[in-house]
Nanobody, 125 residues
């Protein structure tokens, strides 16, 4: 089992940047593909991007391409989400997720096995 804890969210002005972190428990972090999702009030959970087990491949939602970078450090059991040029519509609760049998380019939330509690990102205009 994997426990995930997100951090790094906060209040930021439009145009700013944030780096979210997701720390995982356990020794098998490198066995999991990792995904980032977000959920705005009144909306469904939206795929942001994902990264392969080794970190060599990333897959980003079309709506986020050019503004985000996902990376991971398997030695630190941590995956990161860098978001640049933040917009008010990026305001959401951001979650990381781990998938043991998940392909690294899977956007479906149901394909992931473990989820964190989320970190809030609020972008002011």
């Amino acid at each position: 089992q994997v426990q995930l804890v997100e951090s790094g969210g906060g209040l930021v002005q439009a145009g700013g940047s944030l780096r979210l972190s997701c720390s995982a428990s356990g020794r098998t972090f490198s066995m999991y593909a990792m995904g980032w999702f977000r959920q705005a009030p009144g909306k469904g959970r939206e795929f942001v991007g994902s990264i392969s087990r080794s970190g060599s491949s990333t897959y980003y939602a079309d709506s986020m391409k050019g503004r985000i970078t996902i990376s991971r450090d398997n030695a630190k059991n941590t995956v990161y989400l860098q978001i640049n040029s933040l917009k008010p519509e990026d305001t959401a609760l951001y979650y990381c997720a781990a998938g043991l049998s998940t392909s690294s380019n899977t956007p479906a939330p149901g394909a992931y096995d473990y989820w964190g509690q989320g970190t809030q990102v609020t972008v002011s205009s």
